[in-house]
T-cell receptor
Framework: ELKVEQNPLFLSMQEGKNYTIYCNYSTTSDRLYWYRQDPGKSLESLFVLLSNGAVKQEGRLMASLDTKARLSTLHITAAVHDLSATYFCAVDTNSGYALNFGKGTSLLVTP | KAGVTQTPRYLIKTRGQQVTLSCSPISGHRSVSWYQQTPGQGLQFLFEYFSETQRNKGNFPGRFSGRQFSNSRSEMNVSTLELGDSALYLC?????????????FGSGTQLSVL
């Protein structure tokens, strides 16, 4: 069974600081997704990482994938309040078409 | 381009009843998948349909079923509702290109079982 672990699960950080969210998964997969969810809202796609060494950046967020280590990171640079949300990573099963989600990282950015 | 549309937005049912949720994918998307989100279990995969065929199914009891129509719209049915079925049910449609793949999620149906 594919397991996806995120850490930390809760993160409170000050505006302007940098931090990294980690996503480990237990079996081989070469597709990793990052999503954002605001309270009471649906999931918004942030990044799709499709190969080893993939790095994608959008604004203050940067995601990377190391398939050999079965690890993805979501790096936050100079956090702002608008980034407060829950961030999920998800991995496709080897059979495809089904995502296994981590528990999510609840991020709060404070002044 | 319209997004993924889920109806209804909210539902309140009682134990033992059944419920049907609807999902219309983004135009041109042929893959539709369903997920259950609860505070305790998080996001869990239910099933995925492509061209009216179920391609993958998650670890849920047979009370949970679904189908997809020729226009790619999908429905999910839960029979004999239990309190634990209270959740946000999310539908997603998949866009696949040569270089990328993306899931677009709808706003969800919030089901409360009393």
């Amino acid at each position: 069974e594919l397991k996806v672990e995120q850490n930390p699960l809760f993160l409170s950080m000050q505006e302007g600081k940098n931090y990294t969210i980690y996503c480990n998964y237990s079996t081989t997969s070469d597709r990793l997704y990052w999503y954002r969810q605001d309270p009471g809202k649906s999931l918004e796609s942030l990044f799709v990482l499709l190969s080893n060494g993939a790095v994608k950046q959008e604004g203050r967020l940067m995601a990377s994938l190391d398939t050999k280590a079965r690890l993805s990171t979501l790096h936050i640079t100079a956090a702002v309040h608008d980034l407060s949300a829950t961030y999920f990573c998800a991995v496709d099963t080897n059979s495809g078409y089904a995502l296994n989600f981590g528990k999510g990282t609840s991020l709060l950015v404070t002044p | 381009k319209a997004g993924v549309t889920q109806t209804p937005r909210y539902l309140i049912k009682t134990r033992g009843q059944q419920v049907t949720l609807s999902c219309s994918p983004i135009s041109g998307h042929r893959s539709v998948s369903w997920y259950q989100q609860t505070p305790g279990q998080g996001l869990q995969f239910l099933f995925e349909y492509f061209s009216e065929t179920q391609r993958n199914k998650g670890n849920f009891p047979g009370r949970f079923s679904g189908r997809q129509f020729s226009n790619s719209r999908s429905e999910m049915n839960v029979s004999t509702l239990e309190l634990g079925d209270s959740a946000l049910y999310l539908c997603a449609s998949r866009q696949t290109t040569v270089t990328n793949e993306k899931l677009f999620f709808g706003s969800g149906t919030q089901l409360s079982v009393l």
